[in-house]
């Protein structure tokens, strides 16, 4: 485990403050006013002249959203939001549309460096990075810039903003758009469909493998801001893409709201694989502050013999409510979850998925690891489903909790559904603790407290961080680590 | 050298003591066993020189080549060079066994100020004894002592104390739960790693081990302290009339 000496020093060095990406960046901002309203529907949708059918939409969604109420079923207690107390456009000011790297405004681009993600190509393509990664960062409302554009291009692959999608692929944002969550889907989604803002594009011709990664980077920075980015990706025929999400947020005293949707289409034969570390803000020692995080993730395996894969690793939000789901529609289709959930201090994360079996011989498999430390709760709640019509559906289930301490606490909410006889669906969990005596066998060999809690946990994620691409694997290791300082000794 | 004073030990204070002021030296170089009936205090008396926290020491000093052991966290201890061979080696999920070694083995390296060892240069330290002692090479990827027979964790503890090249090697009841041929292996290794240097501390119910870790000295204890020192005569002498002599004696 190479990792370990390098988490263990970069523990030792942080201070009492474990949040490495809580600094802020001034920027002059374009914001609109405070609150939620149609006026500031119609300010976002100007704002990025889009187009009336886009109007349209957002509004319809905002006068559903009116009537509808906030779920309650979620083992996580906040207190009311205000929705009328946030920001939901802001924009740096300095070039709106940038069109080269050279045009995004430089404290932008000393952000994204101070987070280590790489957006300049030459430097990637000089050998900073090993492998090619192309990235859309997204910053508060706006996607800064996308990398490797031309590159992708010619493989056929679009990957931009989806505001620029809404621009120049309007015939396919129209037809997929909201046809994975629907407008009404729940809360968060369809507050998200009126005033989401930015967040990437993806589409893969037919029989096209990816030549590359690809990678969007989200990060809030301004006070009091909302984040409500929307992904579309959309596989056609034979085709594959591996995908990766970052995300972080500065240290703020007040709460901060991120409501994705995240939507993905694979057609037959197609393949699609959807990774995350989630790093938001998760509120400092005594619980203050943090990210509310609510988030609709689903794929669709619209076509026979497809693959929906979603791997998470959820470090950070002061609240984590997110069900990466599949649709197995398609025969033969298949849908993975592979998640690592790391709560310490005061987070909570109700988090897990729903593999929804709709087609014949559709086979689903999640291996979910919770690791609770601190004042923490962390609840598993996942749904597998099989429909009539859904012949010899399979699903593996495995939910294992590691808690560390005596304050914290896991939780394990499976829900299963089986209207056809052939399907056999298998449920495992675990729940167990880092014991005293295994801590004292590793400190006996010469492992400090946090060395030998570092090395049981990597122990007991492994299953799922080799689900992870390399580069990310290691990333998320360091990233367990840190999240769990303070919790032993 | 390993020097123990006066050492008095509770789970905490105004309990039962554990440990009432027992003596012991082992020299450079020395194999010492420790024999005595159940509920005598010889793991306690191997887990209070490994600094376990369950105990509270009350009274008295333990020297390792005159540092004090009491004053250093456990890690600290094993960087010194105490290394504590199981009764019952723990699981350790997901972790293989390979990669548990080199973390070992780097943050004992690390805690003495000394470089890391390569990859390859541990590879080759970790093949050569393992073969040594029967260990095949796939079990060195599985995850540490989950699934392993008891012989197969005895000698795996046997395989981290010959990397970890300890001062002292405590061996807590090695024995316990080994046929007559695993019993030998491990025999073999660790008679293997005695050395001028190297002292070993042998805690054991039966005289059969010492057969083939033939000891220099034999203390007997009992109520949580030495009663009885002899040479390896003494371990006969025990096998032969057993412990009641000195209990009978104890509660005179």
Not at chain 1, 57 to 74: C, F, G, V
Not at chain 1, 314 to 343: H, M, Q
Not at chain 2, 92 to 110: E, S
Not at chain 2, 200 to 221: A, E, G, K, S
């Amino acid at each position: 485990m190479v990792a370990v000496k390098e988490t263990v020093e970069q523990v030792k060095q942080l201070d009492v403050d474990q949040y490495r990406y809580g600094f802020t960046t001034d920027l002059e901002v374009d914001k609109a006013p405070k609150g939620l309203n149609e006026e500031i529907v119609r300010f976002i949708s100007a704002k990025k002249s889009e187009p009336q059918w886009m109007l349209d939409w957002r509004l319809d969604a905002y006068r559903r959203w009116k009537t509808m109420d906030e779920p309650q079923w979620a083992r996580v207690l906040y207190p009311k939001i205000d929705f009328n107390d946030s920001y939901y456009y802001a924009a740096p000011k300095k070039n709106a549309a940038p069109k080269t790297l050279d045009d995004v405004d430089p404290a932008i681009l000393d952000t994204y460096k101070k987070l280590g993600i790489p957006l300049r190509e030459q430097e990637i393509l000089a050998g900073v990075q090993m492998s090619k990664v192309a990235v859309d960062a997204v910053f508060d409302s706006v996607s800064v810039v996308t990398t490797f554009k031309e590159e992708l291009k010619k493989a056929g692959v679009i990957f931009c903003s989806i505001s620029e999608a809404i621009k120049d692929h309007p015939d396919l944002v129209k037809k997929y758009l909201g046809s994975v969550v629907p407008v009404t889907d729940n809360y968060y989604a369809t507050l998200n469909c009126a005033v989401f803002t930015d967040g990437s594009f993806v589409y893969i011709p037919e029989g096209v493998r990816c030549p590359m990664e690809l990678s969007t980077y989200f990060r809030i920075n301004e006070k009091n801001t909302g984040q409500f980015e929307r992904t579309l990706i959309l596989a056609e025929k034979g085709s594959y893409v591996s995908y990766l999400e970052g995300c972080t947020a500065p240290q703020r005293d007040e709460n901060q709201l991120h409501a994705a949707v995240v939507e993905l289409v694979a057609l037959d034969d197609a393949e699609i694989k959807y990774s995350t570390v989630q790093n938001w803000y998760p509120g400092d020692a005594e619980g203050k502050g943090g990210i509310y995080n609510f988030v609709t993730k689903r794929g669709d395996c619209r076509g026979a013999n497809s693959k929906i894969s979603w791997t998470q690793v959820e470090t950070g939000s002061a609240i984590t409510w997110k069900y990466p789901s599949c649709i197995l529609r398609g025969d033969n289709s298949r849908g993975e979850f592979y998640s690592i959930a790391v709560s310490n201090g005061y987070q909570q994360v109700d988090s897990g998925t729903k593999m929804i079996h709709l087609g014949k011989n559709t086979t689903s498999r999640i291996i979910s690891k919770g690791i609770s430390a601190g004042k923490s709760q962390n609840t598993y709640r996942g749904q597998v489903s099989a429909h009539r019509k859904a012949t010899n559906a399979r699903n593996f289930t495995n939910c294992d909790s590691l808690l560390i301490g005596e304050t914290c606490g896991a939780h394990t909410v499976p829900y299963l559904e089986s209207k056809n006889a052939s399907a056999v669906f298998e449920h495992e969990a675990t729940t167990s603790k880092i014991s005293e005596d295994q801590l004292f066998y590793c400190r006996q060999r010469g492992l400090s407290a946090e060395e030998a809690t570092a090395l049981i946990v990597n122990g007991f994620v492994k299953d799922v961080l080799q689900q992870l691409p390399m580069e990310f694997a290691v990333e998320a290791q360091k990233l367990i680590s840190i999240s769990l300082e303070g919790s032993v000794g | 050298m390993l020097e123990i004073r006066n050492l008095h030990v509770a789970i905490e204070e105004g309990t039962k003591k554990l440990l009432n002021g027992l003596n012991l030296t082992i020299r450079d170089g020395e194999v010492a066993a420790i024999m005595g009936p159940n509920g005598s205090g010889k793991s306690t008396l191997s887990y209070v020189i490994a600094g376990k926290e369950d105990y509270k020491v009350l009274d008295g000093e333990i020297l390792l080549d005159g540092k004090n052991l009491l004053e250093m966290e456990p890690d600290e201890r094993a960087a010194a060079g105490v290394f504590l061979a199981f009764q019952y080696p723990l699981e350790i999920p997901g972790v293989a066994t390979m990669t548990f070694l080199k973390a070992a083995l780097n943050a004992q390296r690390k805690g003495r100020g000394e470089d890391e060892l390569t990859t390859p240069d541990f590879m080759r330290r970790v093949k050569a004894g393992a073969e040594k002692l029967g260990i095949p090479q796939d079990m060195l990827k599985r995850g540490l002592n989950v699934g392993f027979s008891g012989g197969e964790k005895k000698r795996t503890e046997i395989l981290q104390m010959a990397l970890l090249k300890p001062s002292i090697g405590i061996l807590d009841e090695t024995d316990s739960g080994l046929d007559i041929d695993a019993l030998k292996i491990v025999s073999e290794g660790v008679n293997a790693l005695r050395s001028a240097k190297r002292s070993f501390l042998v805690i054991t119910h039966y005289q059969r081990l010492l057969n083939y870790i033939v000891p220099d000295t034999v203390h007997i204890m009992l109520k949580g302290k030495i009663v009885r020192t002899g040479g390896k005569e003494l371990a006969l002498e025990l096998e032969a009339n057993g412990y009641s002599d000195y209990v009978t004696n104890a509660a005179a």
